[in-house]
């Protein structure tokens, strides 16, 4: 088990892979799926043997508002289908905090209930807000669940310029699921969990 980090220098480290990302070429990008609030691309990952995936969707909403949805805090739970619990293990600062969450299982069970303890980073980012995270091998695994782990991740949300009341909110997701799991099943899951993700949001957001 791991001990927990130094917050500074992995809060850079995270934030510059997540620029990184955000720049990749469109046309390194392939189409996985397509609905009326979501685009999801995915490459191949530069840090596992699985995808790393894009999402992308204008959200009728402010900025601060969608990112206070998105990152750790009491919005998260009411509103995400897959999240079944959350807490704070440490918090470093107002914008910066180690969280240990569980998700429901998914495909009919194919894919078991999931732990991650993970290290979340919030910042400006342009006219808007940067809310990544990352995976760390710390604490005792609970009964039942299977660690999955996170690769560098993050969701990038600016105020759209012709129209500021509503925000281009971007995802990148590199997810480990672990276990014996068939690729296919996890690309399926992949793939339609961000796109549901941005219509729980949009639902949460308006109410």
């Known amino acids: ?9 992995l809060a850079t480290r995270l934030q510059n892979t997540l620029l990184r ?16 609030d979501a685009v999801v691309w995915r490459k191949p990952s530069e840090e596992f043997s699985g995808y790393l ?24 739970l009411d509103w995400d289908s897959l999240m079944t619990t959350m807490d704070i293990v440490e918090m470093f600062e107002e914008n910066c905090c ?12 194919i894919i078991a209930p999931r732990e991650f303890v993970d290290f979340s980073y919030t ?11 990352i995976s760390l091998n710390y604490g005792e695994v609970r009964p039942n669940f299977v660690r999955g782990f996170n ?4 969701w990038f949300c600016v105020p759209l310029k012709d129209c500021p009341s509503h925000s281009l909110l971007t995802g990148y997701i590199q997810t480990e699921l672990r276990g014996m ?17 941005y219509s729980d949001l949009k639902k949460a957001l308006k109410s």
């Not at 910042?123 to 995270?133: K, N, P």
């Not at 690769?151 to 993050?154: A, E, F, N, T, Y």
Request: net charge negative.
């Open 1 to 9: 088990m791991d001990l927990l980090p130094d917050p500074a220098p």
């Open 151 to 154: 690769h560098p991740c993050g």
């Open 98 to 109: 180690v969280m240990r969450y569980t998700t429901a299982g998914q495909l009919w069970n």
């Open 181 to 197: 799991l068939p690729q296919s099943a996890v690309d399926t899951a992949m793939a339609s969990t961000l796109a549901n993700f």
């Open 53 to 76: 995936y894009k999402a992308q969707g204008v959200v009728e909403d402010v900025t601060n508002r969608i990112v206070d949805h998105i990152r750790p805090g009491p919005y998260r």
């Open 21 to 36: 990302y955000h720049s990749i070429a469109d046309s390194e990008w392939r189409i996985a799926r397509k609905t009326k």
């Open 123 to 133: 910042t400006s980012y342009e006219d808007g807000l940067l809310s990544c995270g």
